[in-house]
């Protein structure tokens, strides 16, 4: 099998950049040690260091028990998470979903989600697609405390109950969470819920390849096996890669601090294909929340291209310099369209027929990463051969590794995530709940 690619020659234009690209890569190296020898900070959360080693064949085949269950008896399944308890999946199902599969309908329990956030509009609307209509529930959270998915749960529970009576909702919710804590953990072991463990040791973020993923996609129909294996190899590749220049991992987390060194504050992750969105979703939080902390941080933004060529494409051309931009690319798409001739021409598009389409978007793709740089934005190109779990799953397990190396790099701790607390703080104070009694009179009082 191949290995996905690291391209990092437009990003090196600038002699500083260089310089300092070439003095972090020997630390990389060092951050990457550290890692498994679990000496840096944050080292009681590098349980997904070999975490695809630790895959057993008998949860797979425990995991595929509840699989079996759930797409024999449900026509729909609510995966009930936020943050690294959802984006996962939702990267994973709509990397690989055929774009109209809801439409097209199949033989698979459609895959729904929930408690990513609060919308009231959205939580009606599911409970009414699901009112008479037999579905099943995945509750993940390993804190077992996080409002979002405990509301969602809370609603589409009694749904459920009140539907199918308790034992069919007993038989058909599952829990995903910590081993012993939690308000989850206790419900999941007083209604007598089939559970999984998330690991102690693996932050919600680096938890894909737990349970956490591994159930709700593998309920969507997707090989779990093969994404499991792909992150295995890369895991592989880069503990066995221990000269910096060509171990993938610390060349990204050194090239991205070089970067932001000199100024470039923001990274663009780029994609080419609207069905990767996702992908930059999970990107989104496991950088964003690994690095942005102790007023440090590279900003972590995504575009969908070309589409977003046509409305953010202007700010990247010429906006404030202080951007470079990742360039996530899939070398061969899955189907093949060829552009038909047309006598008449009248649309001009002659001089393209008889090339796939994704030859226009390749061009497009070329194009743009001359012009950005052209316009002072560096960039970086990451490509796989290939848009399957196989290559998802090296990608998962290299920007997992690259994380761990650049918030090393950045002086952080990769492995926390302090600051989303504050947000928290204040609902459940302007929400009264109990325990929360001094923050209630202080905000309320900053509010008057
Ligand atoms: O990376 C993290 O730890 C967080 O983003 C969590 O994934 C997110 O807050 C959800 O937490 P939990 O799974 O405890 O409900």
């Keep these: 099998m191949e290995m996905i690619k690291l391209d990092i020659s437009n990003a ?3 002699e500083k950049v260089k310089e300092a690209y070439k003095a972090l890569l020997p630390k990389g190296l060092e951050c990457n040690t550290s890692l498994h020898k679990g000496d840096g900070k944050g080292s009681d959360f590098l349980g997904w260091v070999n975490l695809p080693s630790e895959v057993s064949p008998e949860l797979l085949s425990d995991l595929q028990s509840t699989v079996d269950m759930l797409r024999r008896d449900c026509e729909f399944v609510v995966a009930i998470g936020i943050g690294g308890s959802y984006l996962g999946t939702k990267a994973v199902v709509e990397a690989l979903s055929d774009s109209f599969a809801q439409l097209k ?6 895959l ?8 009231e509009d959205y939580l009606y609307e599911l409970l009414e697609l699901l009112k008479g209509r037999k579905f099943g529930l995945i509750n993940i959270s390993k804190s077992g405390t996080t409002t979002e998915p405990a509301l969602a749960f809370r609603l589409l529970k009694a749904l459920l109950e009140a539907q199918e009576g308790k034992d069919f909702a007993r038989a058909h919710i599952v829990a995903i969470t910590d081993a012993q804590k939690g308000a989850l953990r206790s419900l999941a072991t007083t209604e007598g ?3 999984y463990v998330i690991p102690d040791d693996v932050g919600g973020r680096f938890s894909v390849l737990t349970p956490v993923g591994l159930l709700p996609i593998a309920v969507a129909g997707f090989d779990i096996k093969a994404l499991v294996q792909g992150a295995l190899d890369m895991a592989h590749t880069l503990i066995t890669e221990t000269t910096a220049e060509v171990n993938l991992a610390v060349q990204y987390a050194a090239v991205r601090n070089a970067l932001y060194l000199h100024g470039k504050k923001i990274e663009i992750l780029a994609n080419f294909h609207p ?6 979703e999970w990107w989104k939080q496991l950088f964003g929340e690994s690095e942005g902390k102790e007023n440090k941080g590279l900003f972590n933004a995504a575009v969908d291209l070309t589409t977003d060529l046509h409305s953010m494409g202007q700010w990247i051309q010429e906006g404030e310099r202080n951007i470079f931009e990742t360039f996530l690319s899939i070398e061969t798409p899955r189907h093949k369209v060829i552009i038909p001739e047309d006598k008449a021409d009248l649309d001009g598009l002659n001089y393209i027929a008889g090339k796939r389409v994704d030859e226009v978007n390749k061009m497009a793709e070329i194009g743009t990463r001359l012009a950005h740089l052209d316009g002072g934005v ?3 190109r990451i490509s796989l051969p290939e848009l399957n779990e196989y290559y998802i799953g090296q990608l998962f397990y290299f920007f997992e590794k690259a994380v761990g190396i650049s918030g090393y790099l950045l002086e952080v701790n990769p492995f926390d995530q302090p600051g989303v607390e504050a947000y928290k703080t204040n609902m459940f104070a302007l929400l009264e709940k109990p325990g929360y009694e001094e923050q209630t009179a202080e905000i309320k009082k900053r509010l008057s």
């Design 105 to 110: 309908g199949g033989d698979t329990p459609t």
């Design 275 to 280: 069905k990767m969105h996702f992908i930059a």
């Design 12 to 14: 090196l234009t600038n």
């Design 378 to 380: 560096p960039n970086i």
């Design 112 to 119: 729904l989600y929930a408690g990513n956030h609060i919308s």
């Design 193 to 195: 819920y089939k559970t």
